[in-house]
């Protein structure tokens, strides 16, 4: 699945694309919002070595083939911006599932840009790439996540406990939403 090159995806006004390496000033200056910390596995301080951390794991996981990492690409105010990331992520392609996760810079919020990417991302993923299933996890109270998962076509299971990986005191409690590919969902339709 991964042997070929990360591809850029193309969306009306911007593009979700590999990250590179030069890419970590900009994406440490998207990722300063002070609700990223809380709503995401970002570390904070997210500081720039963070940012460039993010970077290398993003291409060591599209190497290994356990996630596909793309920043958001804002292309329509003239200068190219980078303004968050949409990526797949836990992904395991023995099962043809993984998990979405996005987040976006406090100044590219309110004008549907997240529904935007991950709409092209799960496009992406349950076409060409070929997975069969894709999940996220949202915490109660983020309103903005949950009409980005529900204007995806995702479909709220029930409320799991999250972790958060460095930072215990942000562990939360989240909506389970799942995206299964149209033929499988037309099957699930026919035991409910």
């Known amino acids: 699945m991964t042997a ?3 591809p850029t995806l193309h969306g009306d006004g911007f593009v979700l694309r590999p990250m590179v390496s030069s890419d970590a000033p ?3 200056a998207a990722g300063q919002g002070d609700d990223l910390g809380h709503y995401t596995s970002l ?26 990492r793309f920043a958001i690409i804002v292309e329509d ?21 993984a998990e979405v996760g996005y987040w976006l ?31 996220l996890l949202v915490d109660l109270d983020n309103a903005g996540s949950h009409a980005v998962a529900r204007s995806c076509g995702f ?33 699930v339709e026919r035991y409910r």
């Not at 500081?47 to 993003?58: K, P, Q, R």
């Not at 992406?124 to 069969?132: C, E, K, S």
Request: with cysteine; charged share 20%.
């Open 4 to 6: 070929a090159p990360q």
């Open 26 to 28: 900009a994406l440490y």
């Open 43 to 68: 570390p904070r301080p997210f500081t720039l070595g963070a940012a460039e951390e993010l970077i290398a794991a993003a291409e060591a996981g599209w190497h290994a083939g356990t996630a596909a």
């Open 77 to 97: 105010s003239g200068e190219p911006e980078l303004v968050g990331t949409a990526s797949l992520l836990h992904l395991f392609p023995e099962r043809a599932d």
């Open 105 to 135: 810079a406090e100044s590219a919020r309110g004008r549907g840009l997240a529904r935007r990417a991950v709409a092209l991302l799960c496009a992406w993923a349950l076409g060409p790439f070929g997975l069969r299933r894709l999940h």
């Open 155 to 187: 479909l709220p299971l029930g409320e799991v406990p999250w972790q958060h990986p460095t930072d215990r005191s942000k562990d939360a409690v989240c909506l389970a939403y799942e995206r299964l590919t149209s033929r499988q969902s037309a099957v």
